[in-house]
Each structure stands twice: as C-alpha cells, then as structure tokens.
C-alpha cells in the first residue's frame, strides 16, 4: 500500500527544503564576517528553516488524521521498530533544528526574516549565553541530521534496488512511476520466493 497524495508531497517538498536548508547551512562559514553574501546566506538558511518547521508542523498533523499504510510482511519486526525509531527522530530533529535557529537569533536580539517579506520579533530578552546554548545544539545537531538522513536513504535504497520488497514505492510521487516500481517489486519476490 502507498502513501496517500498529501504525505508524499509532504515528504517530498520537506526533502528539497531539507537540502535547500542543509546547502546554505554549509554555506555560511565560507562566508565570512563582512562578505557581502552572508546576510542573504543567513536569510536564505532561516527561511527555509522556518518553512521546513511549518512543513513539519503540517506533516505532524496530517499523519496523525491519516496514519501511514501498513509495512508489508517481507519487513521483520526488529526492522519495522528501526523505521520507525529512525523516523521518529528524524521528526524531532527537523523540529528542533528550526527551533533552536530561531532561539539563536532571538536570545541575541535579532528579529528573523522570512525571506524578506516579515520579520518574526525576538519573543524573548536578549541572552547571551542561551544564545550559545541554542548554536551550540543547532551545529551538534546538524551531525544528528547527517545520520539520520544517511540512514533513511540507505535503507530506502536497500528497500528499491536490493530487496524491491515494495517499501521504496509507497513513498514515490506519481501514479505512473510508483504502479511500474511496484510491478517490478512484486515480480522480483515472486522470483526470490521460488
């Protein structure tokens, strides 16, 4: 079974925002102090934080009204319990990353743009050393990420290209696409089970 349209395109866009953010994240230390890049690096990088915590927000919301499909039984239980642990993380994290970007800039006094549009006010007193906090478990928190994605990719991978147990295809966008890796996942157990 498949995701509905609304998760995948959900999943998806949070994956683009995901590099998107990731991208000018690693930009920004190339930046230095003074270029005159940085400013629109930062903006760009806390824009699109914001948007992947809105996405997240709405993702939250939709999988509890529409709860995933079931794993199909080619997946064990210990398996099914590290996809889920892994996805759970991943939420938390795409949740807290944001967050804590956010309460960086806050806690130092700076307002946040959203991508030049509207400035979101610090709701909170200037604090420098929450500030430090907030950065230090951002730039810890990146690593985390970096995991965590690395984790979710390889095993999708394992699910699409080795196993073709159907688990990669409930997420691909497109009718077309997911009923054709689908086909080609049911013939390939079909040939592993005689």
């Given amino acids: 079974m498949r995701y509905d349209g609304g998760a995948i395109a959900l999943h998806w866009l949070i994956t ?12 920004i230390p190339e930046a230095p102090r003074g270029d005159s890049s940085r400013p629109l690096i930062l903006l760009l990088h806390r824009s699109v934080g914001l948007t992947i915590l809105a996405a997240m927000v709405v993702r939250g919301a939709w999988r509890a009204v529409r709860p995933p499909p079931p794993l199909p039984p080619t997946v064990g239980r210990i398996e099914a319990r590290l996809a889920h642990a892994t996805h759970g993380a991943l939420y938390l994290v795409l949740l807290a990353m ?7 800039a806050a806690a130092a006094g700076h307002a946040v743009s959203l991508f030049g549009i509207v400035a979101i006010p610090p709701p909170i007193r200037e604090n420098d050393r ?8 951002h730039l810890v928190g990146q690593y985390a990420l970096y995991g965590l994605l690395a984790l979710h990719v390889g095993a999708a991978l394992v699910h699409g290209i080795v196993r073709r147990d159907g688990v990669f295809s409930r997420m691909l966008p497109g009718r077309r696409l997911a009923a054709a890796h689908s086909l080609a996942d049911e013939t390939s157990i079909k040939l592993l089970r005689k």
Avoid at 98 to 104: A, E, R, S, T, V
Avoid at 130 to 137: P, S, W
């Fill in 98 to 104: 944001p967050i804590l970007g956010y309460l960086n």
């Fill in 16 to 27: 683009i925002l995901t590099i998107a953010v990731v991208t000018f994240g690693l930009m």
């Fill in 130 to 137: 929450l500030a430090q906090i907030a950065i230090a478990l």
